[in-house]
Structure formats: structure tokens, C-alpha cells
């Protein structure tokens, strides 16, 4: 790793680990806090993707898959009042959404590179946050995949309840993958504010 990509590295890492703690912490009745840090990833990806292309974001995602797998490992063997803060099933959904969703990020970024300044970050963002939603709650929490990890019960998160409160009825995982979704779409906007300002910063230091 060159020493040009090394903040990015470190912002990614930085991220992964603040998303990993705060997911412990709940905000209201869908969320938690961790999904308001997480979607930054997708930021770093596409900041390093702009100024230094895209083998550069490929290789922070890398490190940050990296540095997740290190916090799930941790995750297992911190005893929480259920269980393992993190179950096999959150830990193989996590690093599967993570690692995809910011490849696909990658991918569509740079085929949209060309165009004005806002498509390919936003695109990219939104088709990568939709793919790590779906990805991470139907694997961490849906019945129909029990069979990944046999031994733990998510009865919890498929008790039928309206969705986010007031909707269909639908699984309660359905809910929370929803209420996280939209956060995810909010920030990919919001975004784009600093994406503009970062990489004109860095792209003048660099030039």
C-alpha cells in the first residue's frame, strides 16, 4: 500500500470500526446508530476512486473488509445478555455486503466517470447501499437462510409487525433493512456535498 492511499485506508478502517460499535447502540425503534456512520464508506470509495482511480478504491475497500472481518472475530467472543455480540450469521453478512456492495460501488463509479461530477458518486452510492441493505438482513436475519447457523434463533427478527410501524404486515427484519435503506439513500445525497469539496481539495494538492 502506497503512501498515497494511506489516508483513505485509515478512513476506511476508522469507519468500519465506528459503524461496528455503534451498531450496538439503538436509536429509535429501526435504527441504530451505527447506520448513520456505515454509509460513509461509500464516500471514502468513491473520493479515492475520483482523484486516484479505480485500483486504489479497490484496494481501501480490500482493507476495510480486512478490518471487518478483525471486529466480527472480535464481536464473537464479546458475550452480550443473548449471546455473541456478533453471530456467524451477522458476521458472514456483514464482510459478503460489505465486500460487494463497495465492489459494485467501484465498478459503477468508474463506468459513469465520464460523465457530470454527481452521477457516477451518486449511481454508485445508491446502487451499492440497495445491494448492502438486501445482502446483510436477508442474511443476517431471514428465516429462509436459518440453515447458515442452525443454533441461532431469529425469531425475534421475523415476528410480523407493520412495516416501520404503520405499514403492511411484514417481518420485523423487513422494517429495519427498510428504516436503513433510507438513511443510507438521505446520506447518498448528502454526500454529495463533501465528495465535491474533498476531491477538489485533494485533486489541487496532488495536481
Known sequence: MTRTYLP???AMAAIVVASNILVQFLLG?????????????????????????ASAARRVVLAGFIVGIICSFIGTQIMGEFGPLVTLRIAIGSGLAFLTAQLLDVAVF????????????????????????????????????S??????????????????????????????????????????????????????KITAQVA
Open 8 to 10: 483513505g485506508v485509515i
Open 29 to 53: 425503534d429501526w435504527l441504530t446508530w451505527g447506520a448513520f456512520t456505515y454509509p460513509i464508506a461509500f464516500l471514502v470509495t468513491d473520493v479515492m476512486n475520483r482523484v486516484y482511480g
Open 110 to 145: 468508474n463506468r459513469l466517470r465520464e460523465g457530470n461530477w454527481w452521477k457516477a458518486p451518486l449511481a454508485s452510492t445508491l446502487i451499492g447501499s440497495t445491494v448492502d441493505t438486501a445482502l446483510f438482513f436477508t442474511i443476517a436475519f431471514s428465516a429462509g437462510l
Open 147 to 200: 440453515f447458515i447457523e442452525p443454533s441461532n434463533d431469529v425469531s425475534w427478527a421475523n415476528e410480523a409487525v407493520p412495516l416501520l410501524g404503520q405499514g403492511a404486515m411484514q417481518p420485523l427484519w423487513v422494517s429495519l433493512a427498510v428504516a436503513d435503506w433510507m438513511v443510507k439513500l438521505s446520506l447518498a445525497l448528502i454526500a454529495l456535498i463533501p465528495f465535491r469539496i474533498i476531491v477538489g
